[in-house]
Every structure is written in C-alpha cells, then in structure tokens.
C-alpha cells in the first residue's frame, strides 16, 4: 500500500524505510516547511551549555534533528524525548534520553510527578502555543523555559496524493494546513488522538488512530486491514 505522509521533506527517509517494515510505501508530502530561528537556537545552547537546566524537553523529532547533534553530553541534565523517534535522533547523537510512556506533550508532567518541583525545564520548540504544557508544569511547581527555535510555514501547495492508497497526517497542524484534493476513496489515519479530533471537527473521520508514534500507526493499519 502507498502511504501518502504529511512530514516535513526533512524527516522523509526514515518513514520510508519504517513504512518498508511494515510492507508499505511511503509518499512523502509536505504542508509545511520548518524555518529555524539560529539566535534563539544560539540563546537555548548558551542556556544549556551553562547548566542552566534540570530537564530538556524535546516535543519533536525535528528539534532533536537540528540542535542535538551540538549539545554537549557531559551536562548534568535530565534529556526527555516526546517519542522512540526523537530518542533515536538523540542516541545518534550520544544522549541517553527518557521517552515518555504516552507520546504526548501532556504526559509530561504526569511522567515526572513530583521531581519536576521547582526544577528548570528548558523546551526547544516550533513557535507554535501549547499553553497546557507551559501551564502544566507552572502548575506542577516546575519553571518551564521555552525556546521558539523554528517556525512552521504552510507551504501553499496542494499536497500531491496521485496514486496513493492511504494519507497520514502526522500532527493537527499538518492536516490544518494541508491543502487537499479529494481524499474521499483514500484510508484516512490521523497519527494519534488529537490529530484525529481536529480531522472529526473538520468533518474528516479517520479511519485509523494510531498511538502518537509512525511504528503504532502502522500497526494500527496493518491490524484495520486485516479486520
């Protein structure tokens, strides 16, 4: 089955061969292009090459891509992944992250309970709101820092689905900001719970619901098409 991916263009190499895992294809489209902020990316290193921090958090595989690889590895720093893809990215790099047991931003606090109290929390991040995460460990007694290192720009086109079976949006903001023909004979599979309750208020039902991570929404297909 071909799998038409909402990534950026950046991240398309290992969907593809994690799609081959599973025997299918991966078509790599892109709704958005990230742009990096390098002083606000010079401002987080800085920050963190001073000790500054008691915990990073990486919310995606992109940050992890661009800033890990030049983050020293003798801090003393708790380094927290989103997921087992942006831990991959910073073991590649030497770092010995945590992943998180939900891959999603909110059980970060959760995950910490209460060791997160009145540590520093440093968040390189898209500059794109998450005030529930912010929130939540304000509230839990942390101090969050967050780093806006890059922006998410719609692309403008129409994402090119020809001959492809199935479409995965990978985030809320990939399917907001998709520029769409007509999916209506495609499998249509939102990579987790939030990404599918923004394609329900939209009208679009997903088909298949995945975990938060590629490997889980694979499996989640390959299981819908055995049914």
Request: aromatic share 8%; proline share 5%.
């Given at each position: 089955?071909?799998?038409?991916?909402?990534?950026?263009?950046?991240?398309?190499l290992?969907?593809?061969?994690?799609?081959?895992?599973?025997?299918?294809?991966?078509?790599?489209?892109?709704?958005?292009?990230?742009?990096?902020?390098?002083?606000?990316?010079?401002?987080f290193?800085?920050?963190?090459?001073?000790?500054?921090?008691?915990?990073?958090?990486?919310?995606?595989?992109?940050p992890?891509?661009?800033?890990?690889?030049?983050?020293?590895?003798?801090?003393?720093?708790?380094?927290?992944?989103?997921?087992?893809?942006?831990?991959?990215?910073l073991?590649?790099?030497?770092?010995?992250?945590?992943?998180?047991?939900?891959?999603?931003?909110?059980?970060?606090?959760?995950?910490?309970?209460?060791?997160?109290?009145?540590?520093?929390?440093?968040?390189?991040?898209?500059?794109?709101?998450?005030?529930?995460l912010?929130?939540?460990?304000?509230?839990?007694?942390?101090?969050?820092?967050?780093?806006?290192?890059y922006?998410?720009?719609?692309?403008?086109?129409?994402?090119?689905?020809?001959?492809?079976?199935?479409?995965?949006?990978?985030?809320?903001?990939?399917?907001?900001?998709?520029?769409?023909?007509?999916?209506?004979?495609?499998?249509?599979?939102?990579?987790?719970?939030?990404?599918?309750?923004?394609?329900?208020?939209?009208?679009?039902v997903?088909?298949?619901?995945?975990?938060?991570s590629?490997?889980?929404?694979?499996?989640?297909?390959?299981?819908?098409?055995?049914?």
């Amino acid at each position: 089955m071909k799998i038409a991916i909402t990534r950026l263009a950046e991240k398309g190499l290992q969907d593809r061969e994690i799609c081959e895992a599973f025997g299918h294809e991966a078509h790599i489209v892109s709704p958005l292009e990230a742009v990096l902020d390098l002083e606000e990316v010079e401002r987080f290193f800085s920050a963190f090459h001073e000790g500054m921090f008691d915990a990073v958090f990486f919310t995606s595989a992109y940050p992890a891509e661009k800033i890990a690889q030049d983050m020293k590895n003798d801090i003393p720093c708790r380094i927290i992944a989103i997921g087992p893809k942006t831990a991959e990215i910073l073991e590649r790099f030497g770092h010995h992250p945590e992943i998180l047991p939900e891959y999603y931003s909110r059980a970060f606090v959760p995950y910490l309970k209460d060791w997160i109290a009145e540590k520093k929390i440093g968040i390189p991040r898209a500059a794109v709101k998450n005030e529930k995460l912010i929130k939540g460990i304000s509230d839990a007694g942390g101090i969050p820092y967050e780093f806006r290192c890059y922006s998410l720009k719609p692309t403008g086109k129409i994402l090119d689905i020809k001959d492809a079976d199935a479409i995965l949006f990978t985030s809320a903001m990939s399917f907001k900001e998709a520029l769409l023909p007509d999916i209506s004979g495609l499998i249509r599979i939102a990579v987790g719970e939030i990404t599918a309750d923004v394609m329900r208020d939209a009208g679009v039902v997903p088909d298949v619901v995945g975990d938060g991570s590629l490997k889980g929404t694979l499996e989640a297909l390959n299981r819908h098409l055995s049914n």
